[in-house]
């Protein structure tokens, strides 16, 4: 087994796709993409790189990958790195590959000083808490998230 983490090209973008369909399938989410190759290639790899995207493989067969961009900290007056998603295929699971990109995801926080790593878990996914707890990862009980999309979105950006 040669487990490989890399950084994704623009080659990638159907691969990417597939991935964020299969983990939309897996949240019972799947009604909820848009998003398109057409997307993903400009909002990627465009002249302005919104997000980045890890790629695990094992012998060149593609197993997961993890999609990320830079947040902010006030408190800690430091980047901080979000990680959006975070998948390894059913059929790899169990083999190291969450772990692999998340140590590849802590690096690379290290090496842009970063002062955390984030993310959001679905409350019913007791299968990826065990495992971020496994890795040290603590959970944010004390915060509730909220989000602005669609329609309300178009209403709070133009209302005074």
């Not at 997307?39 to 197993?63: M, N, Y």
């Not at 408190?75 to 059929?91: C, S």
């Amino acid at each position: 087994m040669a487990l490989e983490i890399r950084e994704a090209t623009e080659s990638d973008v159907p691969l990417i796709l597939q991935f964020i369909r299969d983990l939309a399938e897996y949240e019972r989410l799947a009604h909820l993409v848009v998003a398109t190759e057409e997307q993903l290639r400009s909002t990627l790899f465009g002249a302005v790189r919104l997000a980045e995207v890890l790629i695990g493989s094992e012998d060149s067969a593609p197993a997961g990958f993890a999609i990320f961009f830079h947040n902010y900290s006030t408190f800690l007056a430091q980047p901080g790195i979000y990680l959006e998603d975070l998948f390894v295929k059913p059929e790899f699971r169990g083999r190291g590959y969450g772990k692999a990109l998340l140590a590849r995801l802590a690096q690379i926080a290290r090496d842009r000083n970063c002062g955390r790593v984030g993310w959001a878990v679905l409350n019913w996914n007791e299968p990826s808490i065990a495992f971020y707890k496994s890795v040290g990862a603590r959970p944010m009980d004390e915060w509730t998230v909220f989000r602005l999309t669609g329609e309300k979105l178009e209403e709070m950006a133009v209302s005074r």
